[in-house]
C-alpha cells in the first residue's frame, strides 16, 4: 500500500506517515521504560537533575580533548542546540588548564544564504555562537589552534577532507529536532523518485556534508527557538554533517533537555532506535545501525503523552 501523505507538510515526509501501531507503541512508553529500551549498541540515560544532565555534557568535551596528543589528534563534533553545556567547557578547561594543543572541534552545521555560509558575524550564525559562548572563553594559552576548528563552508571539501585526515573524532553529540533530526539531517521533499516512498536507510547513510533544503517543522522550530518565532527571519537551507562524517564518530551522544522536541518525539526516536525500525521520514531512526549510539534525557523535561486540555 502506498505510504500515507502527511499531517502536516503534504509534499514532504516526515514521521506522520510511519504506521499507527509504531507512533502509538512510542506514545505509551514511561520515563522508566525508555530505560528499558537500552540495547547492546545503544545506551538510555536520564538525569533527575539539569545541572547534572549539563555537566555530563560537558564533560564529554573534556573526556575526548584529554586524550589528545600530537601523535593522535582527538576531536569532537558540537551541536548549537543544546548550547548551556558550552560555558561549562570554558570554565572547566581554564580551571584544570588542560592544554588542548593537539585537541579539534567539528561544528555540525551553518546556515547557508544567498548560496555562501551565513557569516560568522551574523547574530543567527552557529560558528558565532561556538565561539561567543566557548573558544572565546578559553585562556589563549591553551586553546585550541585556529586550524583544529573545522566549521562547515559552503565548498564542503575542507571540512570532508578533515574527517578523512586521521583526526579521532571521540563523539558527535547532537540535540533532536522536531522533524527527529541530528544536526540538519531533515526528511527530504516527497518529490521525483522519492513522491511515493522516502529515501532507503541505505541510500541516506550515503549522504556526506551537503547542502539541505531545510522542513518547513524545523523551519517554524528555529524561528520559536532563534528568533522570537519570527519564521521570515531563518533561512530555509542550511549545511549540514552528514551521516557519511557521523559514522566515522566512535559515539553519537544525543541530549534531550525538553526545550527542543516534545515528549512524544524523544520516546519515538529512542523506540525506533532500540526496536532497530529503519524509517528516512524520522532520520533520527537509521542511528539504530550506529555501534554505539547515547540518549541522554533530563527527567524534568521527558514530560507524557497524555491527552489533556489546558
Known amino acids: 500500500m502506498p505510504r500515507k501523505l502527511s499531517m502536516l507538510v503534504k509534499d514532504?515526509?516526515?514521521?506522520?506517515?510511519?504506521?499507527?501501531?509504531?507512533?502509538?507503541?512510542?506514545?505509551?512508553?514511561?520515563?522508566?521504560d525508555l530505560l528499558q529500551l537500552s540495547r547492546e549498541g545503544f545506551k538510555v540515560v536520564i538525569y533527575d537533575t539539569l545541572e547534572d544532565f549539563y555537566l555530563a555534557e560537558a564533560l564529554e568535551y573534556i573526556t575526548a580533548w584529554k586524550q589528545a596528543t600530537a601523535s593522535q589528534p582527538v576531536g569532537i563534533c558540537g551541536p548549537i542546540?543544546?548550547?548551556?553545556?558550552?560555558?561549562?567547557?570554558?570554565?572547566?578547561?581554564?580551571?584544570?588548564?588542560?592544554?588542548?594543543?593537539?585537541?579539534?572541534?567539528?561544528?555540525?552545521?551553518?546556515?547557508?544564504?544567498?548560496?555562501?555560509?551565513?557569516?560568522?558575524?551574523?547574530?543567527?550564525?552557529?560558528?558565532?555562537?561556538?565561539?561567543?559562548?566557548?573558544?572565546?572563553?578559553?585562556?589563549?594559552?591553551?586553546?585550541?589552534?585556529?586550524?583544529?576548528?573545522h566549521f562547515p563552508k559552503a565548498d564542503t571539501s575542507a571540512y570532508i577532507k578533515s574527517?578523512?585526515?586521521?583526526?579521532?573524532?571521540?563523539v558527535m553529540q547532537g540535540g533532536q529536532g522536531d522533524t527527529k533530526h541530528?544536526?540538519?539531517?531533515?526528511?527530504?521533499?516527497?518529490?521525483?523518485?522519492?513522491?511515493?516512498a522516502p529515501p532507503t536507510p541505505e541510500e541516506f547513510r550515503q549522504l556526506s556534508t551537503r547542502v539541505v533544503d531545510l522542513h518547513p517543522i524545523t523551519c517554524m522550530q528555529n524561528a520559536r527557538t532563534s528568533?522570537?518565532?519570527?519564521?521570515t527571519g531563518i533561512p530555509t537551507q542550511a549545511i549540514t554533517v552528514?551521516?557519511?562524517?557521523?559514522?566515522?564518530?566512535?559515539?553519537?551522544?544525543?541530549?534531550?533537555?525538553?526545550?527542543?522536541?516534545?515528549?512524544?518525539?524523544?520516546?519515538?526516536?529512542?523506540?525506533?532506535?532500540?526496536?532497530?525500525i529503519l524509517d528516512s521520514s524520522?532520520?533520527?531512526?537509521?542511528?539504530?545501525?550506529?555501534?554505539?549510539?547515547?540518549?541522554?534525557?533530563?527527567?524534568?523535561g521527558i514530560g507524557d503523552c497524555e491527552k489533556e486540555m489546558h
Open 12 to 32: 514532504w515526509w516526515d514521521f506522520t506517515t510511519l504506521e499507527e501501531d509504531i507512533s502509538s507503541d512510542a506514545a505509551k512508553l514511561s520515563p522508566d
Open 81 to 149: 542546540g543544546p548550547t548551556e553545556q558550552l560555558p561549562l567547557v570554558a570554565r572547566m578547561v581554564n580551571e584544570l588548564k588542560i592544554d588542548l594543543s593537539h585537541a579539534h572541534f567539528w561544528g555540525m552545521d551553518e546556515w547557508y544564504v544567498n548560496e555562501k555560509e551565513l557569516d560568522a558575524s551574523h547574530p543567527l550564525s552557529f560558528e558565532k555562537a561556538d565561539r561567543d559562548l566557548c573558544f572565546n572563553r578559553i585562556d589563549k594559552k591553551l586553546s585550541l589552534p585556529e586550524s583544529n576548528l
Open 163 to 170: 574527517w578523512n585526515s586521521g583526526i579521532r573524532c571521540a
Open 182 to 196: 541530528w544536526a540538519f539531517n531533515d526528511p527530504v521533499k516527497r518529490i521525483g523518485r522519492y513522491k511515493d
Open 227 to 231: 528568533a522570537g518565532g519570527v519564521v
Open 242 to 276: 552528514g551521516p557519511v562524517e557521523t559514522w566515522k564518530a566512535e559515539k553519537v551522544s544525543i541530549w534531550q533537555a525538553g526545550t527542543h522536541d516534545n515528549p512524544f518525539g524523544q520516546r519515538l526516536t529512542a523506540f525506533m532506535i532500540s526496536k532497530r
Open 282 to 300: 524520522v532520520p533520527m531512526s537509521l542511528l539504530a545501525e550506529h555501534p554505539n549510539v547515547q540518549f541522554n534525557y533530563y527527567r524534568g
